[in-house]
């Protein structure tokens, strides 16, 4: 099993990870399912991703443009720390049994594949409760499984442009902009560990396992919080809001600074007058239209100007060293700036994990801490690097494993 002590990483580890002794077996791809599995190993699971051999495993293996030896990329690792490989053809006959023999000795298996898929590929717990009835098991597909989209293929994408992100990110009057990033995919992810959790945690109650489903569409959905309840309710629309404002507070937004940009976030009266202080701005705080956050936000279009020509006088830096700590702000980056930030490093976001090819690779650690100490991490596995372990232990004989092997099962 996964514990602390087997692996390396360069903070302190917590002596225990809560999710040790647990087995989840994975059919996964690209960025929701293992972003999601990928907490549960950092956590302690003993996450084994189950792939095709002859299919060159997960899709992101060979995805582009950098590349850590064949069947290995960046994009891969991204996703796939602290993991297991294990190859089984679950169309063969051989590798079926292999699956079950698994099953019976783990706590669940987790899919992203198409709605329709776990029927077929018996991964659901009908097809499963006979060999290990306390299993569960958890699918994550773009529309769910029992509906007339249950074979729709999707992607986080997709999803953002259905459920209405394309109209409220990026600046009014131009064409829709989905998120920079496949914030659906991720959310998803976690929300899929957190239902898998959840579900165990009803087995050792129960004793019974059952089937858990996420998708990306309803995950989506859900995360117009607010604004979705505004129109729900009393038939708001959200729209899109000039600098990335708040559609409410104000200000709540980005300003230019002497060298940049800076977002300022007033989002309680306490902290207007703060920044009316650091300002130093007497005819803005003495203001009629800008009295209160309503009238602020009623005069919003002439506030910004105003505001504007106020944080033109210094540079974001200077800025930054008056507002932090006294209100909420923070610089604008860009990519680099943001993970050449010496913060992110000094607090062990930022880590070296080494790679069997490149000494120095570097990654994201999670943002979980226990006990104060970051979770440990190591690399994500070659393909199929741990299948001779994993069977040995279900009894195959070295024989078994390496006929299996030349029968292209494994």
Not at 78 to 87: D, E, H, I, R
Not at 224 to 246: E, F, V
Not at 278 to 302: I, K, N, Q, W
Request: aromatic share 8%.
């Amino acid at each position: 099993m996964t514990t602390a002590s087997s692996m390396t990483g360069p903070a302190t580890v917590a002596p225990f990870l809560p999710l040790s002794g647990l087995r989840v077996l994975t059919f996964e791809a690209f960025g929701a399912g293992p972003f999601g599995s990928m907490y549960l190993a950092d956590l302690g699971a003993e996450v084994i991703k189950i792939e095709n051999r002859a299919q060159g495993g997960d899709a992101t293996r060979g995805m582009g443009p950098y590349f850590l030896g064949e069947h290995d990329s960046n994009f891969f690792q991204t996703f796939n720390l602290n993991k297991k490989s294990v190859c089984l053809d679950l169309k063969r006959t051989e590798g079926q049994d292999a699956f079950r023999k698994l099953v019976a000795k783990s706590d669940a298996v987790l899919n992203n594949l198409r709605g329709d898929q776990p029927d077929k590929l018996g991964l659901t717990y009908a097809a499963l409760q006979a060999v290990n009835p306390r299993i569960v098991c958890a699918h994550l597909s773009a529309y769910g499984r029992d509906n007339e989209r249950r074979a729709w293929p999707g992607y986080d994408y997709l999803m953002q442009a259905e459920a209405g992100y394309l109209h409220v990110t990026g600046e009014p009057g131009t064409p829709p902009a989905r998120m920079g990033l496949s914030i659906i995919d991720f959310m998803t992810g976690i929300t899929t560990a957190l239902a898998l959790v959840s579900a165990l945690l009803g087995v050792q109650r129960s004793g019974v396992g059952r089937d858990v489903d996420v998708s990306l569409f309803d995950v989506a959905l859900h995360q117009l919080s607010y604004p979705g309840s505004w129109y729900l309710n009393d038939g708001l629309i959200t729209g899109r809001m000039p600098r990335s404002a708040h559609p409410t507070a104000t200000p709540v937004q980005l300003f230019e600074t002497a060298d940049g940009w800076i977002f300022v976030m007033c989002m309680t009266e306490k902290f207007w007058q703060e920044l009316m202080r650091v300002l130093d701005a007497p005819m803005l705080a003495t203001d009629p239209r800008f009295a209160s956050m309503p009238l602020r936000r009623e005069h919003r279009e002439a506030l910004t100007p105003l505001l504007d020509v106020e944080f033109r006088r210094e540079t974001t830096a200077n800025w930054l060293g008056k507002l932090q700590g006294v209100l909420p702000a923070a610089p604008v980056y860009d990519m680099a700036q943001a993970l050449d930030n010496p913060f992110p490093a000094a607090t062990g976001m930022v880590r070296n994990v080494p790679h069997p090819l490149r000494a120095d690779f570097r990654a994201l650690a999670n943002p979980i801490k226990l006990d104060g100490a970051r979770l440990p991490s190591r690399t994500a596995p070659a393909l199929g690097a741990d299948t001779a372990q994993v069977l040995a232990e279900l009894g195959y004989s070295t024989e078994e494993i390496e006929a299996l092997r030349a029968k292209g099962v494994t």
